[in-house]
């Protein structure tokens, strides 16, 4: 099964994004339009990102990623992700997330920390 959508995971105050196989300028806008909502309804202050079958991503990526990090530092909140493979994980270094997202092996460690 190819994963082209998002799904989301509420856990009493976190939430968790699955990611898609691709995280670019096409599908980012649906991220952050569906994030903002999920945030608005719900008290959350933790997000965990799955990159579990991500293999690619876009500069549009990192800058979700850096917005909801901003976002959750302003209600002392946290971001962390699991499952990111060698390529995601490269670049994730080079946007300067990896200082600022707490990263994780597995979903037990990231829901857990």
């Not at 202050?45 to 979700?64: A, C, E, L, Q, Y």
């Not at 946290?78 to 499952?83: L, R």
């Not at 997330?97 to 979903?107: D, N, Q, V």
Request: glycine share 8%.
């Amino acid at each position: 099964m190819e994963h082209t959508s998002f799904t989301y995971e509420a856990r009493e105050r976190m939430l968790i994004i699955h990611l898609p196989k691709e995280l670019d300028h096409h599908n980012c806008r649906s991220l952050k339009r569906d994030t903002d909502l999920l945030l608005a309804e719900n008290y959350i202050n933790r997000i965990v990102f799955d990159f579990t079958h991500t293999t690619f991503m876009d500069s549009s990526g990192i800058g979700v990623l850096l917005n909801r990090y901003k976002q959750m530092a302003s209600s002392r909140g946290t971001v962390a992700y699991y499952g990111a493979g060698s390529q995601v994980k490269r670049i994730l270094e080079l946007g300067g997330m990896k200082r600022l997202l707490e990263g994780h092996e597995s979903r037990e460690e990231a829901i857990n920390s």
